[in-house]
């Protein structure tokens, strides 16, 4: 079965510290995307970084960055230099199967809860 | 650019009355997706529109929700009737299958957090 698991409680990192945030997955397919969004106190699920089964290098955007293993199967999400508007529900989620059609939906995990004290 | 439009932003309503939420997408994005977010765990797709043709409705419980995207652009989502765990957060997202390279990055509304009594 296909499933994103993340396991971690509530995370808390020092402002201007960097945090990483685990995701592991589980899957037969051998095309997939990878996916990490934010989703703060106002409800809106903010889309961060996107990482494809067959890129070779890991994805990076600003101060995010998917440290991606596939071997592993883990994609963990890293944010540097830790903001207190960083603090917010993180969820790992993921693209089985093709680029469209049957297998477009996305997966989520139960997130995880990143406090960033001052 | 603007966003994806949800509303309400706020439902409350007693268990047994209809209710229905509205979704603009992000213009020129075809594909359009409703999902349930239930307290402390993440979204889960209720169906997938690809135009005006609902292309994945298989966790649709169409006893009681209904959708539709009559022409291909915003989409309603309803309820008849409300029960009391139908309380959640509604969310409404959009894609392209021309956007690269994230492909088909699905970008979400606000949502709708209904609460039902």
């Known amino acids: 079965a296909q499933k994103i698991t993340q396991t971690q409680p509530g995370m808390f990192v020092q402002e201007k510290e960097a945090v990483t945030l685990d995701c592991t997955y589980d899957t037969s397919d051998q095309s997939y995307g990878l996916f990490w969004y934010k989703q703060p106190s106002s409800g809106e699920m903010i889309f961060l970084i996107y990482?494809?089964?067959?890129?070779?290098q890991n994805a990076t955007e600003g101060r995010y960055s998917l440290n991606f293993q596939k071997a592993r199967k883990s994609a963990n999400l890293v944010i540097s230099a830790s903001q207190l508007g960083d603090s917010a529900m993180y969820f790992c989620a993921m693209r089985f199967g093709g680029k469209t059609g049957a297998n477009s939906k996305l997966t989520f995990g139960k997130g995880i809860t990143l406090s960033v004290r001052p | 650019e603007a966003g994806v439009v949800q509303s309400p932003r706020y439902k409350i309503i007693e268990k047994k009355q209809p209710v229905a939420f509205w979704c603009n997408p992000i213009?020129?994005?075809?594909?359009l997706y409703w999902y349930l977010q239930n307290l402390g765990q993440g979204p889960e797709l209720l169906i997938r529109?690809?135009?005006?043709?609902?292309?994945?409705d298989s966790q649709l419980p169409k006893d009681r929700f209904s959708a539709e995207r009559l022409k291909g652009v915003d989409s309603t989502l309803k309820i008849q009737p409300a029960e009391l765990g139908d309380s959640a957060v509604y969310l409404c997202?959009?894609?392209?299958?021309?956007?690269?390279?994230?492909?088909?990055?699905?970008?979400f509304g606000p949502g709708t957090r209904l609460l039902v009594l």
């Open positions: 990482q494809g089964s067959y890129d070779e």
């Open positions: 213009s020129g994005h075809n594909t």
């Open positions: 529109y690809e135009n005006e043709e609902a292309v994945d």
């Open positions: 997202a959009s894609s392209s299958s021309r956007d690269y390279p994230a492909i088909e990055t699905q970008y």
